[in-house]
């Protein structure tokens, strides 16, 4: 059976009728512009109506995909077609300018509709093109500003609210459009749509507040995130008096953050390691550490609390590095066994307070030696580029 093509009239109308290097723009009239601008939001239930019968017409899962992404691909086209006219001269007249802006307003109902119920079977490294991009995020600002006020009173930490918050208001003020793909932007969109919802509905865990249980569903694997999870439980495990209480806690925390559910499709950070595999590894890290330090006296735990100001060491030797890279170099000495101490703790703990970095004189152990468990590409390369200069100067010797 041959398949008509919905987006038929809209392409003529936009590749066509209003290319303004063709004959036809001049032709029209105010009130055919007007009649054009009335059929287009009529067209727009026609070809959504159309392409619901195509999907539904088709049974294997490949075909539905193709299909999909190809009217996707054609909508973008169309609304980069708008964007560029909006530049020539002839749409700074009035009427032109109006129907343009009824167009993408079509254009930009026929993408939402296709990305809500499709997504599925979108290509999310597609870029995004630029028209779409400017309305989306001038929705999310708006959505934004509704929602701050609302989501720092509920989770009453500004600290950790300005870490989400933040990462939305730098996307939607950026002034980059040329290599934003879909994924990031639907990524966004949804994060915000569940921040909307936030607090409506009860908890599933006692230990973790709502906010910790969306960012570990929507994977939001942020540096910045992750430093904070891990401090937040490490205060509370630290605040009790018995290894045994500390050993019992860390595995409860444990337990219930492995009940969390983390959405398979959308990440914040593809390039970087899934959130749950960054936390499950730190959780697997301290709780060995734990347990190894079991056999030592609990006296041991008031000379740490001793030891946890920093040293009064007047000549510190700077190291050009950032602390997230000093800490993976620091790991990979320990566990090749190039530094050979009882334990991984102890190996910071007597270096940490002689170093410095360029940004901070002053580094917790402690602080450092979390950084280690959950490295990110960009200083996993810097670190290996040191250890290559290393190299490269001693075959200069």
Not at 32 to 48: G, M, T
């Amino acid at each position: 059976m041959i398949q008509n093509y919905p987006l038929e009239w809209l392409d003529s109308l936009i590749s066509i009728t209003l290319n303004p290097s063709k004959m036809y723009l001049r032709d029209l009239g105010k009130e055919d512009i007007q009649n054009l601008s009335e059929k287009a939001v009529i067209e727009v239930v026609h070809i959504q109506s159309e392409l619901k019968n195509q999907v539904f017409a088709l049974h294997k899962e490949n075909q539905i995909r193709l299909l999909v992404q190809k009217y996707h691909s054609a909508l973008v086209i169309l609304l980069d077609t708008l964007d560029n006219y909006l530049k020539e001269p002839a749409f700074s007249m009035e009427e032109h300018g109006n129907i343009a802006g009824t167009l993408i307003s079509c254009l930009d109902e026929l993408l939402f509709f296709i990305e809500t119920r499709y997504l599925n079977y979108l290509t999310l490294e597609e870029r995004v093109p630029p028209t779409y991009l400017s309305v989306s995020r001038n929705e999310m600002k708006l959505k934004l500003n509704r929602l701050q006020k609302k989501l720092i009173a509920d989770v009453a930490d500004p600290s950790f609210t300005s870490i989400v918050l933040d990462n939305l208001y730098r996307f939607v003020h950026s002034k980059k459009t040329e290599s934003i793909t879909l994924r990031e932007l639907l990524y966004r969109k949804e994060l915000i749509q569940k921040l909307e919802q936030h607090g409506s509905e009860e908890k599933r865990t006692t230990l973790y507040n709502s906010l910790h249980e969306l960012l570990v569903y929507m994977n939001y694997n942020s540096r910045e995130y992750i430093y904070y999870f891990t401090k937040s439980i490490a205060e509370k495990i630290n605040a009790l008096e018995t290894k045994a209480e500390r050993i019992d806690s860390l595995h409860f925390h444990y337990k219930e953050f492995s009940q969390m559910q983390s959405h398979q499709s959308f990440v914040l950070y593809p390039e970087h390691e899934n959130l749950k595999s960054i936390l499950d590894n730190w959780f697997h890290q301290e709780i060995i550490y734990l347990e190894k330090t079991m056999h030592l006296p609990e006296n041991v735990r008031e000379i740490k609390k001793g030891n946890r100001q920093p040293l009064a060491v007047q000549e510190k030797i700077k190291v050009n590095l950032s602390a997230d890279q000093l800490a993976l170099i620091l790991r990979a000495c320990d566990e090749a066994q190039l530094m050979v101490s009882r334990s991984m703790s102890q190996v910071f703990k007597q270096i940490i307070p002689y170093v410095s970095t360029p940004l901070k004189d002053q580094l917790s152990y402690d602080a450092v030696r979390s950084k280690a468990y959950h490295a990110e590409d960009r200083d996993k390369e810097i670190a290996k580029k040191i250890l290559e200069k290393l190299i490269s100067k001693i075959d200069s010797y």
